[in-house]
């Protein structure tokens, strides 16, 4: 166990609905970032905030995904309008400080999203 | 474009064979290294790091991974595969250019023949 929890694990959705995933990173943590994985591919950067800072945005998040972490604790991904092209597993990894510095990045189990 | 390259799609081997998955990257300057694993089913595992010092990296579960740097390489080694050793291998990269996040390769399925 990582201690970087996901949620939902799984979500089917109709295309045109919106989706929303939760992260809990590890609590110590003031890095969290998300990804993207697809079948046969790496994860792909998306973005990640430090505290409740979004620092980064990937040029993959369209104007459709919008990422949020309140608090600087738990954050979410929303995806509106879904199509079937964000079809994939969202994974969130937390992190204290940057992973260039030393530290490790965690990842979490990963929220498969099917659209239909 | 900075990327990472993992040239071997997909690897079989039989238990007891070596292994070495190739890993090549392609930022200049200061870079930290990794490889993950991923159990089927499973979320991401790091397997080892490289960030300074001996560029012969020893990690979990007897795998150890050498950089040189001058072939801009992060090759992972086990001298003797096990059958739980099937899974989904990653090499990833950090450069001090793009210090807020880590840059995956495609992966490398790795099967093992029992």
């Given at each position: 166990?990582?201690?970087?929890?996901?949620?939902?694990?799984?979500?089917?959705?109709?295309?045109?609905?919106?989706?929303?995933?939760?992260?809990?990173?590890?609590?110590?943590?003031n890095r969290l970032y998300w990804y993207r994985q697809t079948l046969g591919q790496g994860?792909?950067?998306?973005?990640?905030?430090?505290?409740e800072a979004q620092l980064e945005k990937s040029r993959l998040l369209s104007d459709r995904?919008?990422?949020?972490?309140?608090?600087?604790?738990?954050?979410?991904?929303?995806?509106?309008?879904?199509?079937?092209?964000?079809?994939?597993?969202?994974?969130?990894?937390?992190?204290?400080?940057?992973?260039?510095?030393?530290?490790?990045?965690?990842?979490?189990?990963?929220?498969?999203?099917?659209?239909? | 474009?900075?990327?990472?390259?993992?040239?071997?799609?997909?690897?079989?081997?039989?238990?007891?064979?070596?292994?070495?998955?190739?890993?090549?990257?392609?930022?200049?300057?200061?870079?930290?290294?990794?490889?993950?694993?991923?159990?089927?089913?499973?979320?991401?595992?790091?397997?080892?790091?490289?960030?300074?010092?001996?560029?012969?990296?020893?990690?979990?579960?007897?795998?150890?991974?050498?950089?040189?740097?001058?072939?801009?390489?992060?090759?992972?080694?086990?001298?003797?595969?096990?059958?739980?050793?099937?899974?989904?291998?990653?090499?990833?990269?950090?450069?001090?250019?793009?210090?807020?996040?880590?840059?995956?390769?495609?992966?490398?399925?790795?099967?093992?023949?029992?």
């Amino acid at each position: 166990d990582t201690g970087v929890s996901q949620d939902p694990r799984h979500k089917i959705t109709k295309r045109g609905q919106n989706v929303t995933f939760r992260c809990d990173p590890i609590s110590e943590h003031n890095r969290l970032y998300w990804y993207r994985q697809t079948l046969g591919q790496g994860p792909e950067f998306l973005t990640y905030f430090q505290n409740e800072a979004q620092l980064e945005k990937s040029r993959l998040l369209s104007d459709r995904f919008s990422a949020e972490r309140p608090k600087g604790s738990f954050s979410t991904l929303e995806i509106q309008r879904t199509e079937q092209g964000d079809s994939a597993m969202y994974l969130c990894a937390s992190s204290l400080d940057g992973g260039a510095v030393g530290n490790t990045i965690y990842f979490g189990e990963g929220s498969w999203l099917t659209v239909v | 474009a900075q990327s990472v390259s993992q040239h071997n799609h997909h690897v079989i081997l039989s238990e007891a064979a070596s292994l070495e998955l190739g890993c090549n990257y392609s930022y200049g300057g200061t870079v930290n290294l990794f490889w993950y694993v991923q159990y089927p089913g499973q979320h991401l595992q790091l397997l080892l790091k490289y960030f300074s010092g001996d560029p012969l990296v020893k990690g979990i579960k007897g795998f150890e991974a050498e950089f040189i740097k001058s072939k801009f390489s992060f090759n992972l080694r086990k001298p003797s595969v096990q059958w739980s050793d099937t899974a989904e291998y990653f090499c990833a990269v950090i450069s001090y250019s793009s210090a807020s996040k880590i840059i995956f390769g495609s992966g490398t399925r790795l099967s093992i023949r029992p």
